[in-house]
């Protein structure tokens, strides 16, 4: 949810403007924005904001609340409903009361039936979980998945009808989608403009359902997908947007794929390095020598000193994982560990007991 927005911003006016010019940028936005002129999915939306924004200012009493204490003093004090409602004459104001009056704009904002205005329904989320190794982290892997999940009906190419045949108008509400009921409270009543029950808002309802699903649009089914799993990743959840459960006529949910990286037997992983250690003898330490020691992608020779102290770190530059947010490679780390020996022959031993005494 974003933040609510300040109704003068949306408006395009300010605190001071005189009533009658609010009143005029109102009727130009409102008709720019009405959904039965805007075919756009965000026309119902902000037409909406805007007559929200109008039919507070439009009120004195609840323009002063808004001035002073913004979205919070007039939401804690008035519905929704409160808000058209008490604004209706300022709406007829705009509009006239004959030919696109107060009437079809109440409804436009109150029913969520007919074409427009309908909460679009959301297919579910889905997640897919997939264990990669370092070397994958190393050089990204392409993904070709079957996913399971609700897929758009192919017989009716979700419309639920059986193929030949087409909806119907509803009817209840004669295909407006919406049915009104007059509610009073106390003394006073109104109508409220409610979303059809028997079609469900669409105006319209299936004669013949499709067979294959049974009138829904949709069906359990599999399908292929292929994403990139991109070089550096670490343990987390990637969103690949609209790949979730399909709604026909509705929005996609998401494909939630959780990445889990396998604990490698020779590296160890932080970031973008890596962390390796090389085991020497006490011998090879001592006279130093080369040695090969294994990458991500390959081996390294690298060479041990002579004199070399245990635990010396060795820093192979460049040698690590890609960094996922900027350019280039972590380093990879090989830490020296000296094995002295547990075990020696007699033979052995008094060779170093010789070494000993080569140092008095
Ligand atoms: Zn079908
Ligand atoms: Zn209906």
Redesign the pocket.
Known sequence: MTAKRDYYEVLGVSKTTPINEIKSQYRKLALKFHPDRNKSKEAPEHFKEISEAYAVISDPEKKQIYDQYGHAGVDGRYSTEDIFQSASANFSDVFGRSGGGFDSIFESIFGR?GGFGERQQRGSDLLYQTLITLEDVLSGKKMEIELKKIIECNICNGSGCKPGTNQK???????????RRTRSMGFASFVTVE???????????IETPCSECKGSGKKKGTKKITFDIPPGVDNGDYTIPNEGDEIPGGINGDLIVRIRVQPHQNFKRDNADIFYDQNISMIDAALGRKVIVPILNGTEKIKIDSGIQPNTIIKLKGKGLPRINSRGRGDQYVRVVVNIPKKLSKHQQSLLEEFQNSFE
């Open positions: 039936g108008t509803c009817n209840t509400c004669n295909g407006q989608g919406q049915v979303p059809c029950s028997s079609c469900r808002g669409r105006g319209s309802v």
